[in-house]
């Protein structure tokens, strides 16, 4: 559209005289010279003739406007830049961290397989419904690898655009002059003027100055361009490097925690005070591999657990009883090694064989011999028994199978500060967690112990659907169940034997992780944080010095740009100055004054161009 100010030469009338085709409103009053034809508010366009091919194209028509079909490509290219947009991406890291929750507020198979049976104790309704969703699988559910999936390929879409318009903008030359550097942020004029006679000790040569000012730039880490009476130069390109590799490294803590967590174990054991653990697959409790494992990924070593200390509160009287610190004193043996002595605390794993061992908890177990009437010892063995409160009041199974004249099972309960409640049934409590008073009851039961059906069993419950009780609060001969202190013996039920309790020991619940991704996380997760920092603390600016020559003496000017938010760059480009300055021979003090804010107004007007300070040396 032809402006009146841009009319043709040997055109007539005013300067507000314009063609009809500028008409807007749709009468015959002038429209605005300055306002297209297709502005919003113009006359709207006549509507199509039926046989309008326009109008048989396809697409709803609203308002005068087309709308294009997408079609299926469309769609997908649509569907396809949501995905990698930065908003999505960030979207769906918060649901991963909101879908992580599940996987810290209830047990996990992988790692607590005890812990969700319990939970299952205790949740008998609302187990069955987390249980189908997934709950207690949090990490391998098909919901969270669904949004963990999605977040990976968000990423890499996000990241390889990204990454090849970063390469090619760092081959690119800066940007040329602007015609009007007065437009842009930090703007500051200097004129400098020979002195009287033409003495001066300031070079007053424009291709001298732009020299100076490329050489200067270049030591501040700028790319520089030199364009005809100017230099461009541009910084900064660190920040979107970092950004870059703050994704890159996202990226890569996805992967190697996905990946490597297919090369990893996690395993269980409860070891005994003088038990030895040996790192192989019949060790262990409970076992949890990773989809790629391989027996070959078990390096050789063995555990011995040779003390367990528990440190309890005795002074406060708020707190008595609680524990304040454990410390499992253990040696350990690796193939080719000599014996090592160390500690496991809750917060202080061991690192043997590739693997981290934690402590998870503790516990007594009871040392018990079950003794035939012929005197042969059918049973001897230390048995684990689980806590059931914070006193450690726990109960434990001693089964029995063979070398008596019946199956003879016994739900055994141990007090380590035994005392009676008090209301005249006897029954007894625990009211310190440590070693006062021990106390062993065991409900005695014979008949079958279903170890022939096939079915496993835990070592930590007895089935007594075909068993009797012949001694405990069930019995029907009237036996009471059988208590023991640590040294005694007493005489099991119908003659079946003798059982001793030969003495209290502490025992350990370790859990043995392999993770072959753990270095690489931590690689990925320092790269991440040093990329955030960059990509946060690293400014990207443009910055231009222009020198142009006067009659009597040079005209210097500077001005930056800013890609985003730079609360710096006015001082910046006032610093540039003053160096600047400094370098053609100007006075440190003048120099400083001439750099500093406001030392030339932000006006476009007329005065603008020819203003600044003005240095005659």
């Not at 390929?153 to 990204?162: A, D, V, W």
């Amino acid at each position: 559209m032809a402006r009146s100010s841009d009319r043709a030469p040997g055109a007539t009338g005013t300067p507000d005289a314009v063609d009809s085709t500028e008409v807007t409103d749709g009468s015959d009053a002038v429209g605005d010279p300055l306002r297209p034809s297709d502005h919003y508010d113009s006359v709207a366009p006549a509507e199509p003739a039926a046989g309008d091919a326009a109008a048989s194209a396809g697409g709803d028509r609203d308002g005068g406007v087309t709308n294009p079909r997408l079609g299926l490509v469309g769609y997908l290219r649509f569907f396809w830049r949501q995905l990698t947009s930065m908003k999505t991406a960030l979207f769906l890291l918060m649901l991963l961290a909101v879908a992580a929750i599940p996987g810290s507020l209830v047990p996990q198979r992988t790692s607590d397989p005890n812990g969700v049976v319990q939970y299952r104790a205790d949740h008998p309704d609302l187990f069955p419904v987390l249980d189908k969703l997934g709950v207690f699988d949090t990490y391998s559910s098909p919901w969270f690898s669904a949004v963990y999936l999605l977040l990976f390929i968000s990423l890499i879409g996000c990241i390889i655009p990204r990454t090849k318009h970063h390469f090619e903008a760092l081959r690119a030359r800066p940007p040329r002059t602007p015609a009007r550097l007065s437009r842009l942020a930090g703007y500051r004029s200097v004129t400098l003027e020979a002195g009287e006679g033409g003495a001066s000790g300031v070079d007053l040569d424009p291709a001298a100055a732009v020299t100076a000012a490329r050489a200067q730039l270049k030591r501040a880490g700028y790319r520089t361009e030199v364009f005809g009476d100017s230099v461009s130069a541009e910084r900064g390109y660190l920040r979107e490097t970092g950004n870059l590799v703050f994704h890159s490294a996202l990226v890569g803590v996805l992967l190697t925690v996905g990946v490597g967590g297919g090369f990893g174990y996690t395993g269980q054991r409860v070891i005994v005070e003088g038990q030895t653990f040996t790192n192989a697959l019949v060790s262990y409790d409970s076992f949890n591999p990773g989809r790629w494992f391989s027996d070959s990924q078990l390096s050789p070593y063995n555990i011995t657990l040779d003390k367990f200390r528990t440190t309890y509160e005795e002074t406060n009287t708020d707190a008595l009883g609680q524990p304040t610190d454990y410390t499992a004193d253990v040696t350990t043996r690796t193939q080719g090694g000599d014996p090592r002595s160390t500690q496991i605390k809750v917060n202080s794993p061991l690192a043997i064989g590739g693997s981290t061992v934690y402590l998870l908890g503790n516990g007594y177990a009871v040392d018990v011999t079950v003794t035939a009437p012929d005197g042969s010892e059918p049973f001897t063995d230390t048995i684990p028994f689980l806590p059931q409160d914070a006193n450690l009041t726990s109960q434990g199974v001693v089964k029995v199978p063979d070398g008596l004249s019946e199956q003879v099972g016994m739900i055994g309960f141990f007090y380590p500060s035994a005392v009676e409640t008090g209301d005249g049934s006897g029954i007894l409590a625990s009211s310190y967690p440590d070693l006062l008073n021990p106390v062993l009851s065991l409900n005695v039961y014979d008949g079958d112990l279903a170890l022939d059906d096939g079915v496993p069993q835990s070592v930590y419950s007895l089935k007594t659907d075909d068993m009797t009780e012949i001694a405990g609060a069930g019995a029907e001969n009237g036996q009471k169940a059988l208590q023991l202190s640590p040294g005694e013996t007493v005489d099991l039920p119908n003659g079946l034997g003798t059982i001793t309790f030969n003495d209290v020991k502490r025992f350990a619940s370790l859990d043995v992780h392999h993770d072959p991704s753990q270095v690489w996380v931590l690689l990925f997760a320092v790269l991440t944080f040093g990329g955030l920092l960059t990509a946060l603390f690293v400014p990207r600016r443009r910055v231009w010095v222009k020198a142009t020559a006067t009659g009597t003496g040079l005209r210097l000017e500077y001005a930056g740009l800013a890609r985003g938010e730079d609360p710096t760059l006015d001082r910046a480009v006032g610093e540039v100055a003053r160096t600047h300055l400094t370098t053609l021979g100007v006075p440190a003090e003048a120099a400083k004054a001439a750099s500093r804010p406001g030392s030339t107004s932000n006006d476009t007007g007329p005065s603008a161009s020819r203003g600044g300070r003005r240095i005659t040396p």
